[in-house]
């Protein structure tokens, strides 16, 4: 599915809680992801999630389902895609690889490197 690069809902989310630096690791992310299909895009996600830590994982979960809640900004079509997401999130396949979530807060992890990719790669599949 080829996306609108001018579609602004996942820079303006991420504008109210990422720092500059951060800011600028999802523009490079929307370089390098923004226009491929769908399956690429869902493909990602089931990698990317294996290397992130439980917390950080279950919280990108939560926030779907906050996210899937929102009544004006969220279409049926949203809904369907965060339902898709979700369940590539929750699958088990290679969870075994996960990254001990010791290795820094989960608050620091949310909004840098992998985490940030996958928070990334998620709103791209739902927008």
Known sequence: MNRNLKNNFPSMINGFVLKDEQMAQFDAFMQEYGNQPERVIYR???????EVSEDVLNQHINNLDALSQMQGFVTDVNRKRIANVKSILTSSNASFYRRNSRQSSPSTQFVSGTSLLLWFLILVAIW
């Open 44 to 50: 990602e996600i089931g990698r990317v999630k294996n």
